[in-house]
Every structure is written in C-alpha cells, then in structure tokens.
C-alpha cells in the first residue's frame, strides 16, 4: 500500500470538474518553477514548468500561474480526469545556482466519480 | 531507454543494519540526486552530485554516505540503520537543460526501506 502522501493536503474533486493546486514556493531568487505529477509507487514525472519572465503558461489541460510578488504558483487541470488523481508537488530553481530543485510539500487529488 | 533505475524497491532492515541502495542512469547525465520522502512531506535532499568523483550534502545526510565514481552510478550507503530512516528514497538525474527549461530530473521509480 502507498504510505507516501497519507497526510498530505487533499483536493476532491468531481470528474469533469477543474481542479486548481496551489503552491507557496521559498525563494524569491528562484527563476524557473516545475509542476510534478506522483502516481502511487511512483518516482514523480513532469507536468509543465514556467520560468519567472512569464506568468502563465499552458499546455494540454494543464495551466500553471504565477505570482511572483506572493511567490505563489498554482496549476489548473481541466476537465479533470479519474487518470488525473496523484500527488502533485511545486519544485523551484535558481537557473544559475547549484542545480538544485526544492520541492513543496505537495497535494494530493482525489478524482470523485 | 531504461533512464534512471533503482534497486531494491523494498527493503527491510534491522536496527543497526547496513546497506547500499543503487541508482544507474543511462542518460549520460552530469547531476544526479539522493532525495527521501516522508509521509506527509515533501522530497529532502540527502546528497547529490554534479559530476563523477564531485559530492556534496543536502538538507538532511546524517547516516548516509555517497559516492560517484561514475557517470552512471551513485549509491547511497546507509551505515547504521535507524527507525528514523524509514521512507521512501528517489534517485534523480539531470543535465543542465534541466535547469534551464524542458524536464527537470529524471526520477527512479523509488526504494521503500523499513527500518525496524
């Protein structure tokens, strides 16, 4: 059974419905911002990234904001699916430091039937 | 393109067992990663490495040791289990354009040990 995520932050919600994940991230240097999906018994796989120059970025189904003067950053899924429940985690950079990422904390969704 | 593969996936160690948990990436990438995952936190930098025979500390390295003699591999030794070192641990590997826009890591697909 999956341990990981059992206490995270939940989001329920309804199939067909959109979903939006928000993250607080740390570094006000960061300059490049990840979105990534975890499926249980996963290593977590890449959503969508946006860099700091832009506020929003879409791709299929999925759109990230963010927000610098708040450092927050959220992605919306449309129309969200069954296939779309997973733990989903921020992750920042700074493009021309340690090539590290830090990630948040993450969220879990629920797709409801 | 196997990509990042670790080995075990479960494990179950005694208290003040050691063992050597393993991380290959056929990617030719230069920054590889030891991260672990608590229930209900999120993903703690062990160590990492970025180039072969260069390591260095993340957030939380006491028990653990690494070495990158290699591209391709970086295991991540644990001395002494503890109780505490119960969690789920990803490998990851990157390039620079990793940093700079595309994917970020690559992540293994985990080790979940149990220290009891």
């Known amino acids: 059974g999956e341990s990981v995520g059992l206490h995270l932050p939940t989001l329920s919600v309804q199939e067909g419905d959109n979903s939006i994940i928000n993250c607080a991230y740390s570094?006000?240097?960061?300059?490049?911002f990840i979105w990534y999906k975890q499926e249980s018994g996963k290593g977590p796989q890449f959503i969508i990234d946006?860099?700091?120059?832009?506020d929003k970025r879409q791709g299929q189904r999925v759109t990230v904001l963010l927000n610098k003067t708040v450092k927050h950053l959220s992605l919306q899924i449309a129309a969200t699916q069954p296939g779309d429940s997973a733990v989903y985690f921020c992750?920042?950079?700074?493009?021309?430091?340690?090539?590290?990422?830090?990630f948040g904390t993450g969220t879990r969704l629920k797709v409801l039937a | 393109n196997a990509g990042v593969t670790q080995t075990p996936k479960f494990r179950i160690l005694k208290i003040g067992q050691s063992m050597t948990l393993q991380c290959t990436q056929d990617?030719?990438?230069?920054?590889m990663y030891w991260y672990r995952q608590d229930p209900g936190m999120g993903l703690k930098l062990i160590y990492y490495?970025?180039?072969?025979?260069?390591?260095d500390k993340g957030e939380v390295p006491n028990g653990y040791n690494v070495s990158r003699s290699t591209t391709e591999d970086f295991p991540l030794r644990l001395e002494l289990a503890a109780p505490s070192q119960t969690s789920v641990y990803f490998c990851?590997?990157?390039?620079?354009?990793?940093?700079?826009?595309?994917?970020?890591?690559?992540f293994g697909s985990g080790t979940r040990l149990t220290v009891v």
């Open positions: 990851a590997s990157s390039d620079r354009r990793g940093f700079q826009g595309g994917y970020g890591y690559t």
């Open positions: 570094n006000s240097a960061s300059d490049y």
């Open positions: 946006i860099r700091s120059n832009m």
């Open positions: 992750a920042e950079t700074v493009t021309s430091g340690t090539y590290k990422y830090i």
């Open positions: 990617m030719n990438h230069n920054y």
């Open positions: 490495s970025v180039g072969a025979g260069i390591t």
